[in-house]
């Protein structure tokens, strides 16, 4: 799976079965995963269609719980705390079966 981080995230975080890009690195790979936080919430809505697959998986990386209010709006598919990021592939699994990618 090709995973791509609208915001900083560190990629040694992820299993080495993803691809992982940040977006000023993905090239011409559509991702199935993205990742968003609270300061590029804007950047993924203009660039989403163009780094995404059309059938893929938002997940937003909340700092505090109140960003959750500011990401509803954006039809997010799943959210996890920053603190949790380490538990990110347990969540890739359950969204890979939720979503049947």
């Known amino acids: 799976m090709?995973?791509?981080?609208f915001c900083e995230v560190d990629k040694n975080l992820f299993s080495k079965e993803h691809n992982f890009y940040?977006?000023?690195?993905?090239?011409?790979?559509?991702?199935?995963?993205?990742?968003?936080?609270?300061?590029t919430i804007f950047d993924y809505e203009e660039n989403k269609h163009k780094s995404?697959?059309?059938?893929?998986i938002?997940?937003?990386?909340?700092?505090?719980?109140?960003?959750?209010?500011?990401f509803k709006n954006f039809g997010l598919d799943s959210w996890i705390k920053r603190d949790d990021l380490d538990k990110i592939n347990e969540l890739?699994?359950?969204?890979?079966?939720?979503?049947?990618?």
């Open 92 to 101: 890739i699994e359950v969204l890979k079966k939720r979503f049947e990618l």
């Open 22 to 39: 940040n977006l000023a690195d993905l090239k011409e790979e559509k991702a199935d995963i993205c990742l968003v936080d609270i300061d």
């Open 58 to 70: 938002s997940i937003a990386i909340l700092d505090e719980l109140s960003d959750y209010d500011a």
């Open 2 to 5: 090709s995973i791509v981080a």
């Open 52 to 56: 995404c697959k059309e059938k893929f």
